[in-house]
C-alpha cells in the first residue's frame, strides 16, 4: 500500500485510515494557520496599484478586448511574441520590436483560467485594485494551506513537516507572486497542483469520485500555468528514492495525472502555444541550449532561496559593499543548510532534495528569478526544516549540552523563521518592479513636452526592462511620453559609440547580455557577421559577433531622409546613476558607456 508517510519507517498523519475524523483535523488546523499567516503577512499588499509592465499592460489589453478593439482571443493573455515571422519582420521596421528580434520567435503561454480571473477584475471592480490584490492574497493563503498538507502528506516526522510547511508560508520571496498581480498565475497553478497531490495520493485506494475530482484540479492547474507540471516530480522522486515493491501502486495513482498532462500537452503544441528561437524561455524539447543551462539555472534558482540579507535589512548595508555582503552571507546560510543535510541525512531527506531539484526543472526553461520558486517551495521548505533538526539534532549526538546544538541552528532559524517574515511583511507593503524607480531618475530631461513628438534613442542600458520602463515611469509622472522608443545596446559591460560620416558604431564585449534582450532572440537563432537589418530610421549591420552568436559591433547608417543630428531623434545613455542626455560625438569622436 502507497504511504508516502512512512518514508522514514516511522508513523506520521497518513498512517491509518485518513477519513477519521481525529486525523483530517490534524491537518486541517495547522493548513487554516499557516493560510491566516499568509493571508496576515501578505495583507499590505491590498494597498498597492498595479505593477510595471505586466500588470499595466494587461490593464490595456483587457480594456482593448472589452472596448472590441482586438481581434486574437481574450484568453491569450499572457502572449508576449506570437511567432507570426512576416508580422516579427513589419513589427521590427517600425520599431515595436528591438532591432535584433528573431522574425519567427514565439512567447506565448495558454493560462485561459488565470487570464480569466484578471478579466473578473477589470469587469466587476476595474478600479479597486485592493480587490484584484486581495484575490492574489486568498490563492496565496490557498497555497499555504495546500503546501502545509503536502508536507504533511509525504514527512513522517509531523514536526519536521509542520515546520516546513511554515517556512513555505514565511518565505520573503513570495512576496513576488502576491503584490505582483501579473503573477497570479503561478499562485493558482501552485495551489491547484497541491491540492491535486492531496487528492491522489492518499495511504487508501482512491475512489473514482476523488480521482476524477484530482484529475479536473490538475486540468485547472495547467490551465492556470504549464509550470504546474512540476507538481509531478513528488511521486516520481518518491518512486526513485521509496522500494521498489511500493513504486508499482504509486505508478498507478499517477496514471490520470499523466493523461490529462499528455492531453494538455497535444492542445497547447497544435494550438502554437510555447517557446520558439527565445533566450529567455527555452523549450526542453526543441531547444538544446536548455540542457546545457539547466545546471546553472537550478543553481541560481536554489542561491535564490537561501539568498541573505533580505530587502529588510539591505538598506543598513553602504550600496558598495552590497554585493560582498550578499555573496558571504549567502554563501554562510547555504553552508549552514547543506551542514543541516548532512549530519540529520534520512531518506526523506533524499527524497525531498530530489523532488526540489526535479521540481525546478521545469521552472528553468525561464531565466533564474524568486518567482519560479512557488512549484518547488514545499521541497525546498522542507529541506531547511530538515537542515534546522540536523543542526539541532547535532549537539545532541555529540554529546554536546543541548544548546550548543540551538547555537548551531540559530542563524538559519533568525534567517527563516524571523527575517523572512518580516521582510516578507514589509516588501507588501512597499513592492514595486525595480525598474520603476530606475527609470524614474530624469532629471536631466524633466516633463520636457516636446518629447511627445520625438524619436527617444537609448543608445546604452544595463537593463532593457529598465530602458523599457521610461514611457511607464513618464506617463505616471504626468509627463509627456516619447512618440517612440529605441534601445540600441543593453549591456552589462561597458559600450563604446563611435561616430562616422552617415552613422555611428557601438562596440563591446558582447551586447544584448540581458534577459528581456534575450527574450527576443536565442541561441538557436545566432547572429551572424554581415547581417543586416532595417529599421524606420536607421539600418543597423553586425559587424563581429561572439562565440554564442551575440554582436560584439555593430554599425547604424541613417536612412534616406532620416538625419542622425536631426531634433526629432533625442538620445539617451545610461550613466550609472541614471539616464542622461548624450549628443552624438562628431565624426571620428568616440564616447564611452557607462
Known amino acids: 500500500m502507497f504511504e508516502p508517510a512512512k518514508l522514514n519507517a516511522q508513523p506520521g498523519f497518513d498512517a491509518g485510515n485518513q477519513s477519521h475524523p481525529g486525523r483530517r483535523a490534524r491537518a486541517v488546523r495547522p493548513a487554516l494557520v499557516v493560510a491566516l499567516a499568509g493571508a496576515l503577512l501578505t495583507a499590505p499588499t491590498l494597498a498597492l496599484g498595479t505593477s510595471f509592465f505586466d500588470d499595466s499592460a494587461q490593464r490595456r489589453l483587457i480594456g482593448a478586448h472589452l472596448a472590441g478593439q482586438r481581434a486574437d482571443p481574450w484568453y491569450d493573455l499572457f502572449t508576449w511574441v506570437a511567432g507570426d515571422r512576416e508580422q516579427g519582420k513589419i513589427e521590427r521596421q517600425i520599431g515595436v520590436r528591438p532591432w535584433w528580434s528573431a522574425d519567427d520567435v514565439r512567447v506565448r503561454f495558454l493560462r485561459p483560467l488565470a487570464a480569466a480571473t484578471h478579466y473578473v477584475d477589470y469587469i466587476v471592480w476595474p478600479e479597486a485594485t485592493w480587490a484584484m490584490h486581495l484575490q492574489s492574497m486568498l490563492w496565496y493563503a490557498l497555497a499555504c494551506a495546500m503546501a502545509m498538507v503536502l508536507c504533511l502528506r509525504f514527512e513522517a516526522r509531523r514536526a519536521v513537516a509542520l515546520l516546513g510547511g511554515t517556512l513555505y508560508a514565511l518565505d520573503d520571496s513570495h512576496v513576488r507572486l502576491v503584490a505582483w498581480l501579473a503573477q497570479r498565475n503561478a499562485l493558482m497553478g501552485a495551489a491547484l497542483s497541491f491540492a491535486v497531490l492531496h487528492l491522489s495520493f492518499g495511504p487508501t485506494l482512491v475512489r473514482p469520485a476523488r480521482a476524477s475530482l484530482a484529475a479536473l484540479c490538475f486540468l485547472a492547474a495547467l490551465a492556470s500555468s504549464e509550470g504546474s507540471l512540476a507538481i509531478l516530480a513528488y511521486p516520481v522522486a518518491y518512486a526513485i528514492v521509496h522500494r521498489p515493491t511500493e513504486v508499482t501502486p504509486m505508478l498507478r495513482k499517477l496514471v490520470p495525472m499523466v493523461l490529462v498532462a499528455a492531453v494538455w500537452f497535444i492542445a ?10 527565445s533566450g529567455a524561455y527555452l523549450s526542453p524539447l526543441t531547444e538544446v541550449a536548455y540542457w546545457y543551462r539547466l545546471p546553472s539555472r537550478v543553481a541560481a534558482l536554489l542561491v535564490y532561496h537561501v539568498e541573505f540579507p533580505p530587502a529588510l535589512l539591505r ?25 543541516g543535510l548532512v549530519a540529520g541525512f534520512r531518506r526523506s531527506t533524499a527524497f525531498w532534495a530530489l523532488a526540489a531539484l526535479l521540481s525546478l526543472m521545469p521552472a528553468a526553461v525561464a531565466e533564474p528569478h524568486p518567482r519560479l520558486l512557488g512549484f518547488a517551495g514545499p521541497a525546498l521548505a522542507m529541506l531547511t526544516a530538515h537542515a534546522l533538526v540536523g543542526l539541532w539534532e547535532f549537539g545532541r549526538k555529540r554529546a554536546l549540552p543541548a544548546r550548543m546544538g540551538g547555537l548551531l541552528a540559530a ?3 533568525a534567517a527563516q523563521l524571523v527575517l523572512a517574515p518580516l521582510s516578507l511583511l514589509g516588501d507588501s507593503a512597499r513592492f514595486e518592479a525595480d525598474p520603476a524607480a530606475m527609470a524614474a531618475q530624469l532629471p536631466a530631461l524633466g516633463p520636457a513636452p516636446e518629447l511627445a513628438t520625438q ?25 509627456s511620453v516619447p512618440a517612440m522608443l529605441t534601445v540600441l545596446a543593453p549591456a552589462k559591460g561597458s559600450v563604446t559609440c563611435r561616430r562616422f560620416d552617415g552613422g555611428f558604431e557601438l562596440r563591446g564585449g558582447g551586447l544584448l547580455d540581458d534577459p528581456l534582450a534575450r527574450l527576443w532572440r536565442g541561441p538557436s537563432r545566432p547572429m551572424q557577421a554581415g547581417q543586416h537589418i532595417t529599421m524606420s530610421s536607421y539600418d543597423a549591420e553586425v559587424v563581429s559577433v561572439t562565440d554564442d552568436g551575440r554582436p560584439r559591433i555593430v554599425r ?22 541614471g539616464y542622461e542626455p548624450i549628443a552624438l560625438p562628431k565624426p571620428g569622436a568616440s ?3 557607462p
Open 268 to 277: 497547447y503544441q497544435r494550438l502554437g502555444y510555447g517557446a520558439r528561437g
Open 315 to 339: 538598506w543598513l548595508i553602504p550600496v558598495e559593499s552590497l554585493p560582498l555582503a550578499h555573496l558571504i552571507t549567502t554563501a554562510a546560510l547555504a553552508a549552514l543548510v547543506l551542514a
Open 411 to 413: 542563524p538559519l532559524a
Open 455 to 479: 524619436h527617444l534613442v537609448v543608445l546604452y542600458t544595463p537593463s532593457l526592462i529598465n530602458a523599457a520602463a521610461i514611457p511607464e515611469a513618464r506617463r505616471r509622472r504626468g509627463w
Open 556 to 577: 547604424f547608417r541613417s536612412t534616406i531622409g532620416a538625419n542622425l543630428d536631426s531634433p526629432h531623434l533625442r538620445y539617451l545613455a545610461w550613466r550609472g546613476n
Open 591 to 593: 564616447i564611452a558607456f
